[in-house]
């Protein structure tokens, strides 16, 4: 079953030149009422949009060895090629990278190591991969500086109003791409388990044609999220969620896996400062906006309160890096030896005794 127009909202972005007033208004429904948006219109050139298509199937039409020699196991910064047979990727295959020139600055926390290089494919077997990919992050990091200024203003703050929440330095914000691959499997198998985004926002590339992205609606129905060529679907995430203290929503979502062709999908993950702890930013929201959330509740029987927790009182970049050596015990073993104990305490998992080189 295919979504309905009506319920996929398409914000033009390009309305912002013409019409500030209206483009705000809509985004501002969009997001209180619904916690995703697709863009359309963006800044972001076509030929960008299609290299990075075209640059994601070749990526992982790669030999393995040549994945494999980006394993994400060998860096400290979670960037890297992750092969599919993992908890959380039992089919699909994954790459990721931030940005470049990243590497954690002398005498900073352990948790800034999560900011650092990739592993990059040869370029001899892939001549210019590396520079398409750091083509499109760019423009999406100046896609994302722009947007947030559009959703402070959407929610009531003046343009820079969540700017207490990111690195002052902009060469140093805490975004990373993330490029997926789900192969054809039998009907309803899980691409990717139901979980909100647990950053700011993300950008999401519908990279082809194939459909299995699902967003949960209120009424707790799966809203099919059509690939619509050329938009970005944005993602309200956790971080988000917290800090406008229910004003939008982090919207629960899902990959059910292709039954036919291959589903390619590219995540920009718009993250907070590493050395920010939520409990201690501060917002005040106008009455209006704060109205608009209490119809929703209402109309949803939405109770959710947002006590402050043991991970809001702690550095951004901890939790993140917490919830991240949960999930890859390689790289805890081996670039994280203080804190490895601590999340292993029988050791290294069996199965990856014998990935240790
Ligand atoms: O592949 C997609 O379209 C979504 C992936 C996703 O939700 C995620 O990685 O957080
Ligand atoms: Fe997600």
């Known amino acids: 079953m295919s979504a309905t127009h009506s319920e996929i909202p398409l914000l033009d972005v390009s309305l912002a030149q013409r019409n500030k007033a209206a483009f705000i208004a809509q985004l501002r429904e969009m997001l209180v009422n619904r916690g995703f948006v697709y863009l359309q219109k963006t800044p972001v050139p076509t030929e960008i949009i299609d290299k990075m298509v075209d640059s994601t199937a070749k990526f992982f039409a790669l030999p393995t ?8 196991n060998y860096t400290a910064h979670f960037n890297g090629y992750l092969r599919k047979g993992s908890v959380e990727n039992p089919t699909r295959e994954q790459f990721n990278y931030g940005d470049d020139n990243a590497d954690p600055l002398e ?3 352990e948790y800034h190591k999560i900011h650092g290089t990739t592993p990059w494919p040869d370029d001899a077997l892939f001549p210019g991969c590396r520079a398409a990919m750091r083509e499109y992050y ?3 990091k100046n896609l994302s500086l722009q947007f947030t200024e559009y959703v402070a203003e959407a929610l009531g703050l003046d343009p820079d109003g969540f700017e207490p929440l990111f690195e002052r330095d902009v060469s140093r914000r805490q975004l990373r791409c993330k490029l997926l691959r789900y192969p054809t499997c039998p009907p309803s198998t899980t691409g990717f388990v139901p979980h ?3 950053n700011f926002l993300t950008y999401l590339l519908q990279a082809s044609s194939e459909p299995g992205l699902e967003i949960r609606k209120p009424s707790g129905e799966w809203l099919p999220a059509t690939p619509i060529p050329g938009t970005f679907i944005v993602l309200v995430g956790r971080v988000l969620e917290k800090v406008t203290q229910g004003l939008v929503k982090a919207p629960l ?4 896996s292709p039954t036919q062709g291959t589903r390619y999908s590219v995540g920009f993950f718009q993250g907070v400062a590493m050395d920010t702890r939520i409990a201690e930013v501060k917002f005040e929201f106008p009455q209006e906006v704060v109205d608009m959330k209490r119809a929703r509740q209402e109309r949803e029987g939405d109770t959710t309160e947002y ?10 970049g ?13 790289v805890a073993y081996k670039f994280y030896p203080t804190l490895f104990p601590k999340f292993y305490p029988d050791g ?4 990856y005794a014998s990935l240790v080189h």
């Open 65 to 72: 060895d040549a994945k494999e020699a980006c394993d994400m």
């Open 107 to 109: 005498g900073t926390p």
């Open 138 to 140: 760019n423009h999406l």
């Open 196 to 198: 909100t985004d647990s």
């Open 253 to 256: 979502h899902r990959v059910v």
């Open 307 to 316: 006590p402050v927790t043991e991970n809001d009182r702690m550095p951004a």
């Open 318 to 330: 901890e939790v993140v890096l917490n919830f991240k050596l949960k999930a890859h015990p390689l």
């Open 348 to 351: 290294l998992p069996e199965r």
